[in-house]
Antibody, heavy 123, light 107 residues
């Protein structure tokens, strides 16, 4: 079955760029009508959708983060990545990658999630 | 962005109880709504998508209803493993937005 696994540094200095990778195993990132998303959760708080990428490279970002976010895909490695620039302590969160199945009727099913990775922004 | 307002923010209930959690959207979202369960230290788990379609493997104790702006998640008979935090998500338009969560605790 398909699994997602986040990887990247757990500690990032303020003003630097947070970089995470999500590796997809058990299936191809290019198959099906799947969009690949990043979602974060501040400590003790709710969930925030960051953005998605399609295997073609088309991406959409949450306007609240748009100026700092880049999501990219590497189909040869079956991975997609998140870059968040100019981080501050407010970017400290658990970051999840997730698979979003877009159905024919337009509804989405975020059916598979990575386990999440905690990223702390601190000097 | 569409705002999703969940109520209540917390709820105490007993095993066997029937509970309902509500999610209200700031504008109509058709039936583009999902529900997730999250336990401490774990990733969210999809329960329902498209308002009422049960994700494969999810207990039939869970059901969803609604359309437009008002939606509900119902757990018909609470089991010990159901105590968790629940979130709704609108996937009608971007940016997708979650409700603030409902923490379901044991009474």
């Amino acid at each position: 079955q398909v699994q997602l696994q986040e990887s990247g540094p757990g500690l990032v200095k303020p003003s630097q760029t947070l970089s995470l990778t999500c590796t997809v195993s058990g299936g191809s990132i290019s198959s099906g009508n799947y969009y690949w998303s990043w979602i974060r959760q501040h400590p003790g708080k709710g969930l925030e959708w960051i953005g998605y990428i399609y295997h073609s490279g088309n991406a959409y970002y949450n306007p609240s983060l748009k100026s700092r976010v880049t999501i990219s895909v590497d189909t040869s490695k079956n991975q997609f990545s998140l870059n968040l620039s100019s981080v501050t302590a407010a970017d400290t969160a658990v970051y999840y990658c997730a698979r979003d199945l877009v159905l024919a009727a337009g509804q989405d099913a975020f059916d598979i999630w990575g386990q999440g990775t905690m990223v702390t922004v601190s000097s | 962005a569409i705002q999703m307002t969940q109520s209540p923010s917390s709820l105490s209930a007993s095993v066997g109880d029937r509970v309902t959690i509500t999610c209200r959207a700031s504008q109509g979202i058709r039936i583009d709504l999902g529900w997730f369960q999250q336990k401490p230290g774990k990733a969210p788990k999809l329960l329902i998508y498209g308002v009422s379609t049960l994700q494969s493997g999810v207990s039939s104790r869970f059901s969803g209803s609604g359309s437009g702006t008002d939606f509900t998640l119902t757990i018909s008979s609470l089991q010990p493993e159901d105590f968790a935090t629940y979130y709704c998500l609108q996937d009608y338009n971007y940016p997708y937005t979650f409700g603030q969560g409902t923490k379901l605790e044991i009474k």
